[in-house]
Nanobody, 121 residues
Framework: QVQLVESGGGLVQAGGSLRLSCAAS????????VGWFRQAPGKQRELVAR???????IYAGSVKGRFTISRDNAKNTVYLQMNSLKPEDTAVYYC???????????????WGQGTQVTVSS
């Protein structure tokens, strides 16, 4: 079994910061790209940031310059540092990872359960 567990969400005032973490556990052989998505009420899930196994990040235009994604391969953990938060950043944030399990040859997409981020004005 593979699990992705997010933490670090919460309530913050506009202009504040939060740091999300997502730790993968289980019989993991390797991780390919990992990232964060978010879904606000009544909206589709959207990509926030993604980082390749080589460490190259991409960001949604709405968060570029404010959010930073990073990963610690030794800990199977990905982080999302969110600064200068805005009310429109309010959403459930989901961790996503392409993982290869021990004994398998292909990568599979896994999702975390989501963590709520609420930014008050």
């Amino acid at each position: 079994q593979v699990q992705l567990v997010e933490s670090g969400g919460g309530l913050v005032q506009a202009g504040g910061s939060l740091r999300l973490s997502c730790a993968a556990s289980g019989s993991i052989f390797s991780a390919n790209a990992v990232g964060w998505f978010r879904q606000a009420p009544g909206k589709q899930r959207e990509l926030v940031a993604r980082i390749t196994s080589g460490g190259s990040p991409i960001y949604a235009g709405s968060v570029k310059g404010r959010f930073t994604i990073s990963r610690d391969n030794a800990k199977n953990t990905v982080y999302l540092q969110m600064n200068s938060l805005k009310p429109e950043d309010t959403a459930v944030y989901y961790c996503n990872a392409e993982l290869r399990r021990i004994g398998e040859l292909r990568y599979t997409d896994y999702w975390g359960q989501g963590t709520q981020v609420t930014v008050s004005s």
